[in-house]
Every structure is written in C-alpha cells, then in structure tokens.
C-alpha cells in the first residue's frame, strides 16, 4: 500500500513539475522561426550570464523535478547515487530542450547558467529526498528542544554546511557585481524610451562616456572642462556635443550607430530646424527632445554596450535642463534597452526626481532590483550636469560639481535581498538618505541569528551530555 501510494504521488509530482516548468519557462507559447535559423544561429544565441535572482529561481524551480524522480526510483528500488546521477541527467535533458526551445520565442533569452542551475536544482532536489529522515529530524529536534534526536555530528554538519552556503551566497554576490549581462542588440535612445513611449520634454547638451572609471582629478577636470578631458581620453566611446542643427547625429569616437530623429514629420522639419537655432542662442544651448521628436540609433549600440561589458565600468557625463518638473514614466532622457522593461542603462526623470536603472546580475535584467534616485534635480529649467561613475563595486553620482556626491556600494549587505526569489514591486534606493549602517546591521542579523542558535544548541547538548555522563 505504501508502495501504490509512494507510486502515485511520485508520477503526480513529476508531472506537476513538468507543467510548472512549461508554463514558468516557454509561456506564452508564441513560436516565430526566427530569421538565419542554422546549428551556427543556435550556438550564437545561447548566452552565459543572468541575474543572481535568476540562479536562484532556476535552482528552486527544478527542485520538485528532482524529488519526484527520486521517488519514481526509489520505487523502482535504484540505489542512492545511480538515483542522483538519473535525476541530474533528466534536468539537464529537459532544460536544454526548454532552452533549445526558447530560441524561437521572441520575449526569451537562451541561457547555458539556466542549464547549470536548473541541473543544479534537480540534483539536489533528488539529494535532499533521501536526506529527508535526518533534515526532518534534525529540525525536529531543534523545535522541540529534544536533545535524543540531535547529536553532535549533526549539530557540527549543520554548522558547518550553514557557514559554507553563507560564504558562498557572499562570493557569488561579489563576483557579479559587473556588466557581464548587457545585451548588445539593444538601442540607445535620447529623449525617449526606444520604442517611443516614455517622451521626457527637455533639452540635452551633453552624452559622453568613457569605458574607465574616473579617479577623483579626472571628476574635478569633468567639471571644469569636460569637452577636453573626454575628447583626449584614450577610452573614449560615446562624444555626442549637440550644438549645431542636424537630420542626424553621429558619435564623434565613432562606436555608435548614426542618431536619427524619430516621430518628426516632413511638416514638422522646419520648424524643428527653427527651434535649434534658437535654442544655440539661449544660455541652454543644446537640442530639444520631446513626445514628438527625440532621437535613436540607427542600429544597435553593439560596440558601446560590448566596451562597457568588458570592462565592466564606466563613467557617463550628461548635461541637460528638464521644462517641466512634472514628467513621469519615469520620463527617459537617454535609455540603452530594448524597451520599458529590459534595460543595460537608463536615466531619467520622475517628477523632480532624477533616476537610474543599471543593469548588473545583482539588479536583473529589467535593472530595477534596485532603482536609484536622487531628490529634487529637475526642480527649475537650470541647466544640470551629471557625472556617473561605476567602477569598483561602487555607483557615485555627482551633480554639477565634485562637492555633491551620492554613492551606493553593492556589498553583501546592500544585495542579500537580491536573493529573494521574487521581484520587489517599487524597490527604489533613496540615494539622499542612503545609510549602508543600517543594511550591515540587518545583513549580520540575518546572518548570525541561525549560527548563534546553532550554536548554543551545540554548548547545550555538550553540558548536557557532560552532566548524564557525571551522573
């Protein structure tokens, strides 16, 4: 009876599984052959690298996967470690046919760590079955306080194995805090989101960007004479100066696509023309963007995006002046993506506020895990120049001089949450009253609350084992 009984919930779970995997990975089930498809095409696409959210939600999602095939061959009477090797087996075979199969869903990326994690996942879920007498009664025994179903072996295995996934979770943290998950085919857009519907209403001088972070001489030289500093830099990669009336603009360090206007009529040319010249005249000079004229590559911004991905730092200069306070979206002024959800860099306006996203496998591929923000930038039509610099696990953000910084370090501390399965709705860092105090004190509590009572679980069971034997 047991037997039918393990049989059936084994076969449920495995198909139960097999269904969540489907839905979580190729939904919506919108097949396109895609064009060049050939064996080159899918070695092409297949990309390394993700989110550390990702790692985690692959490895979770796999889980079931692989205790339900440890039940079916538990079953079938299999020993142990032949058991392991099928179940790590079927997880690799089923996630590269759902990998295989994402190449011809348009809103799927193809992944080798999707491979690793979900492989990952299966094996340890088929692990964790045939650990389930002793994790249960472990835990059992820490619940209750009952010292005859702990013993020392296990009160030093727990701690053990506990400080050894810590360390880990902590080095992973640090080893992805770079730009090794920029997509290169995404666009970048000024003024606009690139599909054209986040218009922010504005005028732009400036977009310079070297490939290096700078020292603190290089950010007290930006704003003094920035044109110089970055036009003689030897890793220069994006030198737009909008200061004379063109139908197009091209990046003057020559790694960008020529900038084309979009959503500007035949009708509307001259008088566009006409607003240039004026805007030359006025102490804002630069060009004006808006709803219904701003600008974008022509093609990818494939040479900027594998710069910055293979240094894995930057520093952006940006000079600009908003005509309304109130814009929202948050408003683009410049976006690297491939639309209002996917983003390798975008900075913009929400209210008076100035935001950014920036994507790195800690903050996802939508790079909002978190947001940033900075108050009150974009309160009057002042001409604002901002220096972004991230480089060193660090983001600095300077605003119209070397004096007003705000900064973010993506530590363990400031990115533990980023191993929270799901998204957080809204997680926007306040950089004005950003207190990295106050993530350490929450991080280490986190972190030490389960060794502490581990450990004195440990000094517990040793007096008591030491007063049985007294007696």
Not at 99 to 111: C, Y
Not at 169 to 174: A, E
Not at 297 to 313: C, F, M, R, V
Request: contains cysteine; positive net charge; aromatic residues 12%.
């Amino acid at each position: 009876m047991n037997i039918k009984k393990s049989s059936r919930w084994g076969n449920l779970l495995f198909i139960a599984s097999l269904a969540a995997i489907v839905i979580a990975t190729i939904s919506p089930f919108n097949f396109q052959i895609p064009p060049g498809f050939s064996d080159q095409f899918i070695f092409q696409k297949f990309e390394f690298g993700g989110s550390v959210k990702d790692y985690w939600q692959n490895i979770l999602l796999f889980i079931p996967l692989g205790i339900s095939l440890a039940m079916i061959g538990d079953r079938q009477r299999l020993n142990s470690p032949t058991i392991v090797a099928v179940a790590c087996l079927v997880s690799i075979l089923t996630t590269s046919a759902v990998e295989t199969t994402q190449l011809f869903l348009p809103s799927r990326v193809s992944n080798l760590s999707d491979i690793i994690c979900n492989s990952l996942g299966g094996t340890l879920g088929a692990i964790f079955y045939f650990w389930r007498k002793y994790i249960a009664q472990f835990l059992l025994g820490l619940i209750y306080q009952d010292t005859n179903r702990l013993s020392l072996k296990s009160l030093l295995i727990a701690i053990a194995s506990y400080c050894a996934f810590v360390t880990l979770m902590v080095l992973v943290l640090l080893a992805n805090v770079n730009l090794s998950n920029w997509d290169d085919y995404y666009y970048l857009a000024i003024g606009n989101e690139v599909t054209g519907d986040r218009p922010w209403n504005g005028r732009i001088n400036n977009l310079y960007i070297s490939d290096r972070g700078f020292n603190p001489s290089q950010v007290q030289q930006a704003f003094t004479e920035a044109d110089t500093l970055f036009a003689q830099s030897p890793d220069l990669v994006t030198f737009l100066k909008f200061t004379e009336e063109a139908n197009s603009y091209q990046d003057r360090s020559h790694h960008l696509p020529k900038l084309l206007w979009q959503n500007v009529s035949a009708s509307d040319a001259q008088a566009q023309k006409r607003s240039l010249k004026t805007q030359q005249s006025s102490e804002n000079a630069g060009i004006l963007v808006n709803s219904r004229q701003w600008l974008k590559t022509a093609q990818p911004a494939a040479a900027l995006t594998q710069k910055l991905q293979h240094t894995g730092e930057f520093s952006l200069y940006l000079a600009v002046s908003s005509n309304n306070p109130n814009q929202s979206g948050p408003a683009r002024i410049i976006s690297l993506s491939y639309g209002t959800v996917n983003h390798n860099l975008a900075i913009g306006q929400e209210g008076t506020d100035l935001q950014l996203r920036l994507r790195t496998p800690i903050t996802g591929s939508a790079a909002s895990q978190p947001r940033f923000r900075i108050p009150r930038i974009f309160e009057n039509n002042d001409l604002c120049r901002l220096l972004v610099v991230f480089a060193d696990k660090k983001l600095d953000f300077y605003i119209n001089n070397a004096a007003t910084k705000y900064s973010f370090e993506f530590t363990p501390a400031t990115s533990f949450f980023s191993y929270i399965p799901w998204s957080r709705v809204d997680w926007i860092v306040n950089l004005e009253k950003f207190k990295p105090l106050k993530y350490q004190l929450l991080f280490y509590t986190i972190i030490i609350i389960p060794l502490v009572i581990l450990g004195a679980y440990l000094v517990f069971y040793q007096r008591l084992k030491s007063s049985n034997f007294s007696n």
